[in-house]
């Protein structure tokens, strides 16, 4: 069975870093693109990046560039999120998802993404 599961949320002051991991288990992460996405109470879950199956592509919300990084290690069947320059608004809950068939290019639309983990909570606060 496909499972995804978040980790390395927490709380951390504006301007601060995180790390947040998606592991996978029951499939092979490297067939599969994969998706970060967030969603706060009253709001629809948005996108936030994805790595394409290949790793040959990455995309990012205008509101990250330059401050998330997308990657993936397929020998540890995990990708990454690396959020730097954290500020308020990026409050959230954070979702990984997995689809397989974004194989050169990806788009973090929500709906494209069939297979969802848990979410784990990221606050930035002062």
């Known amino acids: 069975q496909l499972q995804l599961v978040e980790s390395g949320g927490g709380l951390v002051q504006p301007g601060g870093s995180l790390r947040l991991s998606c592991a996978a288990s029951g499939f092979t992460m490297g067939d599969y693109a994969i998706g970060w996405f967030r969603q706060v109470p009253g709001k629809e879950r948005e996108g936030v990046s994805c790595?394409?199956?290949?790793?040959?592509?990455?995309n990012y919300a205008d509101s990250v560039k330059g401050r998330f990084t997308i990657s993936r290690d397929n020998a540890k069947n995990t990708v990454y999120l690396q959020m730097n320059g954290l500020k308020p608004e990026d409050t959230a809950v954070y979702y990984c998802?997995?689809?397989?068939?974004?194989?050169?290019?990806?788009?973090?639309?929500?709906?494209?993404?069939?297979?969802w983990g848990q979410g784990t909570q990221v606050t930035v606060s002062s």
């Open positions: 998802a997995a689809d397989p068939n974004q194989y050169y290019y990806c788009s973090a639309y929500v709906f494209t993404f069939d297979s």
């Open positions: 790595i394409s199956t290949s790793g040959f592509s990455t």
